[in-house]
Structures are given as C-alpha cells and as structure tokens.
C-alpha cells in the first residue's frame, strides 16, 4: 500500500478463494476500475480504486456529519384539522416506546442508527492508520465484523419506506419536510458511496502489509483447510438452513393473518392485513405504492423462501446441474431479502406521524413483529446457507464423507 497517495496498490499477482464457490483464483496486478471476476461462478473478487483510502475516508465522513444533521432538527410536520405535528428520528423511538412496542423501536435504532453509525466509525477508525501505514489494533477483527454487520444497514430501505409513508397520508394531511429529511437523504447517498467503494481483499491486503510490511498470499495449506472447512460444516449449514426455513414459514402465517396496521378514526377501530393495505391501495388508484409494498412484503418473502428451500434441497441431494443459475438465484435473494423491511418501516413512520387520539390514530398490529421475525429469519438463512456447496461435489460432503 502507498500510504503517501492513500490508495491501494497490488504487489505482483495473488491467489484469492472465490467466497461464493471456493474456486483458488490468480489474480492478476489490477488497474483503476479493472475487476477481477471468478471465472466459474463470476463473482466479483475485487475491484481496483485509485486513492481509495482517501475516498472511503471522505464518503464516510460525509455520511457520519448527515447522520448527525438527521438525528438533531425536525424530519418531517404533519398538518391535519387544524392539528400539527412535528417529529424527528428520535421521536418515532420514544413514541413506539410509548404505545408498548419496544422490539419495533429496537429494530428502528439498531438497522438506522447503530449499526450505520459502528459501521462508519469502524471504518474512518481503520482507514485513518492505514492512510500512515500503520495497523489499528485488532484490525482484522475489526474488518471482519464490519462485513458481518453491512447486511443490517438498512439506510436506503427506511429512505424508500418513508417515501411511501407520505404518499399513504398525503391525501390525509399537508407534510412539510424538515431539515433532516434532507440530510438524511444526503447520508443515504454517502453512504451508499462509501460502501460502494470499499473492498475486502485489498482492505485484508492493507491491513497484513501494515501488519508485516508485505502482503500475505494464501498459501496452499490455507486452501486445504478452507476446503476441509467445507467438508466438516456441510451437514451444520444445511441443518441450520433448515431450521431457519422453517422458522420463517411458521412466522409467515400470523404475519399474513393478522393485521400490520391498525388505524382509529373518530373512535372505530379498522384494522388492515398486509394483502388488506395492498387491495385498499390498488382500489385507491395508489398502483405504484401497491405494487412496492406486494413486492416487497409478499413476492419477495415467499419467493424467498422458495429459492432457498430449492438450493438448500439440491446441495443436501448432491445435484451438479445448472449451477449459475442456482448461484444466480441465490444471489438475487440474498440482495432482495431485506427490501421487505419497507413495510415495517412504513408502519413505523405512520404510527410516528398520526398520533391525534381518538380523532385519528395509526398502531402497529400485531403482524409487525412476525413480519419482522420473518425478515430477519431468511436472511439469517441465507447467510446460514454455503454457497460454495453448489460447486463442490457430493462426495465432498454428503454421508459417504461421514465414513
């Protein structure tokens, strides 16, 4: 690494494990923007950033002083019957709090404040001694739990339930956006760059050059055992993918059964279900927003669910065929898993807005947890699931290997 130029520098070739399939690849010295592509299951190894320390270093700076912007003045004022409320970020916590549902504010300031705010930290903390060319203290720990928690962010996808959180009540009330709106919007986009920039293996490059004063190649003893590591924990994946699957089933059931959303008006109570909220919207002429929110909370889960049952069934049987497509389609559910989270964050939002008593008032039902447990359980199974076993030969890791 030139610490001097804060960019990335790869010395001679490198052997780099493919994460996907466990294919040993030789990567080659790379140029800015070039990337290295696994040449069976083409994911992406590594991508080549000029003065990427320095851009990572700025994006995340950025995204952390819009991440403070958001949180200290008002989000959003909403305007009915004479009526007017204003709320920021730290309201819609108190006010879930409030009405008894802990677990919803929980998930609110872990997926939108904490963990983006570890994440930033972590990565200025690491980034400002490699700029020197020293190595921070505990710094592969620190790299790797920081891919661990990247998944957890939910940045983007609270931006998106908001959005349609106002188009849901605009017919309802005039909203006026305050100022950390738009800076939340800015720290979406910072952060967004920021992650786009940053790549594992030459941060793990980095770091061991700062560790040892030259980066570390995989050596073949390393291979074997990550192979071997394949072989013993097959079985546990599989289990614990399973497990997960079925888990997800079981809560999907009250989460379609029982409402989401419970809104008051006038002192009668209407409760809505998932499929409810879409029929009320498309008999509404909101298509769009329909159409997000069964995407989002209804295709997204079962399809899901689906794709992961079929890829986990297909490894257990030792299936060989058509394996870009089942890296393909596992890889689409991972990314899309946790765009189902909008409709939790569109119920939150609302029960943070229409607050006014009996007059009208919006509570979450009793679905939102489920709803959320769902969420959070496929993507656990997808992360459980290995996707290298779809390249790896039965007799690797079926029962025969148990002898």
Not at 173 to 180: K, M, N, V, Y
Request: contains cysteine.
């Amino acid at each position: 690494m030139n610490s001097a130029e804060g960019s990335y520098v790869t010395a001679g070739d490198d052997l780099e494990t493919c994460h996907e399939c466990g294919l040993v690849v030789h990567i080659p010295s790379l140029t800015e923007n070039q990337k290295a592509i696994c040449p069976r299951c083409s994911f992406v190894l590594s991508v080549c950033h000029v003065n990427a320390i320095d851009r990572i270093l700025a994006f995340a700076a950025t995204a952390l002083t819009f991440l403070t912007g958001s949180l200290l003045f008002n989000f959003l004022t909403f305007k009915a019957n004479g009526v007017e409320r204003k709320i920021d970020i730290l309201s819609s916590v108190t006010i879930l709090l409030e009405n008894g549902y802990p677990i919803l504010a929980i998930v609110l300031v872990v997926t939108i404040m904490a963990i983006p705010a570890a994440l930033l930290f972590g990565i200025i903390y690491l980034l400002i001694f490699l700029r020197k060319g020293l190595y921070p203290k505990r710094g592969h720990q620190v790299l790797e739990l920081l891919f661990q928690l990247i998944p957890w962010s939910m940045v983007e996808i609270f931006l998106i339930g908001v959005l349609v959180s106002l188009i849901k009540v605009v017919s309802l009330a005039d909203i006026e956006l305050g100022i950390s709106f738009y800076a939340y919007v800015l720290f979406s986009m910072s952060m967004i760059a920021t992650l786009l920039h940053i790549d594992k293996r030459h941060l793990f490059q980095a770091l061991d050059a700062a560790e040892t004063h030259e980066p570390t190649l995989n050596s073949a003893s390393n291979r074997k055992s990550k192979k071997t590591k394949v072989t013993i924990d097959a079985h546990i994946s599989i289990q614990q993918t399973w497990a997960l699957i079925i888990t997800s089933v079981v809560l999907y059931i009250p989460a379609n059964i029982l409402p989401i959303m419970n809104t008051r008006f006038l002192g009668q109570d209407d409760p809505s279900t998932i499929i409810g909220g879409v029929i009320l919207l498309w008999n509404h002429g909101s298509y769009p927003i329909a159409m997000v929110i069964f995407v989002a909370s209804v295709l997204v889960p079962v399809g899901k669910i689906f794709v992961l049952s079929w890829l986990n069934y297909s490894v257990q049987s030792g299936h060989e065929h058509f394996r870009n497509e089942r890296i393909t389609l596992y890889r689409m559910a991972e990314f899309v898993g946790r765009w189902s989270m909008v409709d939790v964050f569109v119920v939150i939002i609302l029960v943070s807005l229409v607050q006014m008593g009996n007059t009208m008032s919006i509570l979450p039902g009793s679905a939102t947890l489920a709803f959320s447990g769902v969420v959070v359980v496929t993507m656990l199974a997808a992360m459980s699931f290995d996707s290298r076993l779809i390249f790896n030969n039965k007799s690797d890791y079926g029962p025969q290997a148990r002898h």
